[in-house]
Structures are given as structure tokens and as C-alpha cells.
């Protein structure tokens, strides 16, 4: 019953600029018709517009984001202070997922701050558990350090026995990890994927010119990172049709388009190039209410 859709953090600045509802007309439009929602406040406004396309435009939250915890006059919910909030949120949407998108940094500080952190999430999984509502973990490459000869990402899924999994392909493989096995890896507490492809981009004639005349830190700086790109699905190195299997296959519900940069292409079109690609790889019916799978 996996379904493929979008992330809607990608539309942040649009939604900031048009409102929600015509952003979600246009997701319609281009052909996707489930949609996670992050970095998009759930105001009241927002809310309405996503019931009303779900009513009247076929669109299904696929999960909705939480933070864990936030100084107290940061303004937003949070699992700590507000934890049935998230409930009413969801149940209103017609989802049972919560996802957590990143640790806080605090977590980031040491062995102990971490290991409460994994306390703390796993009691937030249970208490939501209880009202229905799983809680996923959404990975970034930070998660694939060690410390102990043990990830970070693996002492977090022992720790937190209640808790669930985002797995976010392209942050695998830029930690140093198979997208494909750590999907087989995490069968069993795989609710979410992230289709989000990895590109190697050649240095520019401009960045090359600047290093032959004598600016080397342009090209340390592109060597260094700029080298790895965020990228359309299929206009990357990872192979999808063997993402997708493995995800179906490891109990994945949902498995959502996301590109954080597109370095000066409409996201439209990304967008529109990356289910082209999924179309073509024959996955049609995961992207339609009528053929799931």
C-alpha cells in the first residue's frame, strides 16, 4: 500500500508568498497527491487549506513534522510543551504519523546530552503510540558518526525501542552508507523515505579559470563539498528502481520527493523531472490513488 509523494518544505518560500491552497493546487496539478508537511507553520489557515485538499482536491498527509524542544520563547509547538497539539493536528489531517526532521543541536554536545536525547524521544514515541500516532526519526549524514564504534543512528534505534524511521536516501549516501541496505537494515520500523537523488557536478569553466589564476580556495571550497549536489530522482548516481523495492519491501508507507537545492532551476520543473523518471521506471500506480501497491 506504499504511495510516492511530495516533501512540502520545498515550497516554503511559495507558501510564504501565495498561501498554502494555491501550492496545493498546483502539487495536484503536476500529479502528486500526497504530501508531508514540514518548515510550513500549522496555523489555523494553513490547517483549513490542507483539509480542503483533502476534500476537494484527492490530496492525503502522508505525516506531519514536530520539534522536540525549543527555548520557551522560541513561539513553536513542540513534543515537550505541546505534545497534544501534534495529536490534534495529525487526527485533523487524517494522519497517524509524526516525524521528527533532526536532533536538536544540544543533542550534539556529548555522549550524555545524546544519550538523553534518545530517553527523551522514546518517550514522546511511546506517549503519542498510545493515542495512535507513530513518531519517525528523519536522518541527515550527522546520525552515521560514531562514537564507540556505534552510529549515532544505531544507538538512537536501540535506545528508543517505540520510535520509527524516516530514511532519507541521499543523507546515506553522503554519509558513507548504501541507501539500498540501510532501507533492508531498518525493515520492520521503516515508515517514511525520502527519494531525494545525489549528484557529483563537474566544476563550472568560471570556477576553473579563477583556480588557474591563482584563487585556489574556490576550488578547495567546490572540492571540499560543492561537488555533491542535491538532485532531481534519476538525474543522480543512486539506483531508484532498487530504492523503491527495497522500501516497498522494508514496510515503508510513504516515500516522498524532496530536493533541498536546485540550484537555479524551477522547482516545478524539478519536480516534474523527478516523476517523469519514477513514471518511466513503471511506478505510475504509487503516485495514483487508484494503483497501490
Not at 490534534?88 to 489531517?93: I, K, S
Not at 525501542?161 to 541496505?181: A, K, M, S, T, Y
Request: hydrophobic share 45%; net charge negative.
Amino acid at each position: 500500500m506504499a504511495r510516492i509523494g511530495i516533501q512540502l518544505m520545498m515550497f516554503k518560500e511559495h507558501v510564504a508568498e501565495q498561501g498554502l491552497a494555491p501550492v496545493l493546487e498546483r502539487v495536484r496539478e503536476t500529479g502528486f497527491e500526497v504530501v508531508e508537511v514540514s518548515q510550513i507553520p500549522l496555523t489555523e489557515e494553513n490547517l483549513a487549506a490542507l483539509e480542503s485538499a483533502r476534500d476537494q482536491l484527492g490530496i492525503e498527509v502522508a505525516a506531519i513534522s514536530a520539534k522536540t524542544s525549543l527555548a520557551a520563547d522560541a513561539g513553536e509547538p513542540t513534543l515537550a510543551r505541546d505534545l497534544a497539539l501534534h495529536v490534534e493536528h495529525a487526527r485533523r489531517l487524517g494522519t497517524s504519523m509524526i516525524r521528527i526532521g533532526m536532533m536538536p543541536t544540544s543533542a550534539m554536545r556529548s555522549q550524555e546530552a545524546f544519550d538523553a536525547f534518545v530517553v527523551e524521544v522514546d518517550d514522546y514515541a511511546q506517549r503519542l503510540a498510545a493515542e495512535g500516532i507513530s513518531l519517525s526519526y528523519h536522518n541527515h549524514h550527522l546520525e552515521f558518526a560514531r562514537t564507540g564504534g556505534v552510529t549515532l543512528l544505531d544507538q538512537l534505534r536501540a535506545g528508543a525501542p517505540h520510535l520509527r524511521f524516516e530514511i532519507d536516501c541521499h543523507w546515506v549516501q553522503r554519509g558513507g552508507l548504501d541507501p539500498e541496505r540501510t532501507l533492508a537494515d531498518f525493515a520492520g520500523v521503516l515508515d517514511l523515505v525520502h527519494l531525494k537523488d545525489y549528484r557529483i557536478a563537474l566544476p563550472s569553466a568560471e570556477l576553473l579559470d579563477a583556480r588557474d589564476a591563482g584563487d585556489h580556495d574556490a576550488f578547495a571550497r567546490y572540492w571540499g563539498g560543492e561537488i555533491v549536489q542535491f538532485a532531481e530522482v534519476g538525474e543522480g548516481t543512486l539506483d531508484w528502481r532498487a530504492v523503491i523495492e527495497q522500501s516497498v519491501s522494508s514496510g515503508a508507507r510513504h516515500l516522498l520527493i524532496e530536493q533541498d537545492r536546485t540550484y537555479g532551476r524551477d522547482i516545478w520543473e524539478s519536480l516534474a523531472s523527478s516523476r517523469a523518471h519514477l513514471v518511466g521506471l513503471g511506478y505510475e500506480g504509487m503516485l495514483t490513488a487508484g494503483g497501490r501497491r
